[in-house]
T-cell receptor
Framework: GEDVEQSLFLSVREGDSSVINCTYT??????LYWYKQEPGAGLQLLTY?????DMKQDQRLTVLLNKKDKHLSLRIADTQTGDSAIYFC????????????FGTGTRLQVFP | DTAVSQTPKYLVTQMGNDKSIKCEQN?????MYWYKQDSKKFLKIMFS???????INETVPNRFSPKSPDKAHLNLHINSLELGDSAVYFC????????????????FGQGTRLTVV
């Protein structure tokens, strides 16, 4: 996961917006994903964006993609304590073999 | 109901033992994966199988041997377990395994926490 970079921690107050950033490496990646991992649980797909889009909104989630800078972000509006988890971005790295390459994960802590 | 199921959920074993983790998916997907998540939460792909055929082997020690009896199952066998093998292992599946696939959304199992003592 070292090739896809994320900041390790983010702490926000309940009700505020959270922005989790990710820098990926492969400009040919077709899809980029955000996964959520709650404590002791597996990964849950939150949302994804196709590489020819620059924004996707899904309820409280907004994904922004800057393909030129290979920068992806996830904004969570009105963050709740239930949003506390680790968030992973992932790129779909294509080539002779297709791999989902994960970022290092960002631990989001929401406090009252 | 569970789309991707792994067993066991927890596994504690001594160094040197051989153990297996099983994975089954009922989504009709033709590609399955094993990922390892270490203590720092880094996730790395280990293996990928497409229609029972090994596609990706990410320089994993040959003590790890995946086996896919059919495209709905991908089991992971580990020989001579070492302390450094302690991690959470995730199985996943997705539809498609080549450049023609349109969506690489992968569904993950709940993970198997392996502790080697």
């Amino acid at each position: 996961g070292e090739d896809v970079e994320q900041s390790l921690f983010l702490s926000v107050r309940e009700g505020d917006s959270s922005v989790i950033n990710c820098t990926y490496t492969d400009s040919s990646s077709t899809y980029l994903y955000w996964y959520k991992q709650e404590p002791g649980a597996g990964l849950q797909l939150l949302t994804y964006i196709f590489s020819n889009m620059d924004m996707k909104q899904d309820q409280r989630l907004t994904v922004l993609l800057n393909k030129k800078d290979k920068h992806l972000s996830l904004r969570i509006a009105d963050t709740q304590t239930g949003d506390s988890a680790i968030y992973f971005c992932a790129e779909d790295r294509r080539g002779n073999t297709d791999k989902l390459i994960f970022g290092t994960g960002t631990r989001l802590q929401v406090f009252p | 109901d569970t789309a991707v199921s792994q067993t066991p959920k927890y596994l504690v074993t001594q160094m040197g033992n051989d153990k297996s983790i099983k994975c089954e998916q009922n989504l009709g997907h033709d590609t399955m994966y094993w990922y390892k998540q270490d203590s720092k939460k880094f996730l790395k792909i280990m293996f990928s199988y497409n229609n029972k055929e090994l596609i990706i082997n990410e320089t994993v020690p040959n003590r790890f041997s995946p086996k896919s009896p059919d495209k709905a199952h991908l089991n992971l066998h580990i020989n001579s377990l070492e302390l450094g093998d302690s991690a959470v292992y995730f199985c996943a599946s997705s539809q498609g395994g080549g450049a023609t696939r349109l969506n690489t959304e992968a569904f993950f199992g709940q993970g198997t926490r392996l502790t080697v003592v």
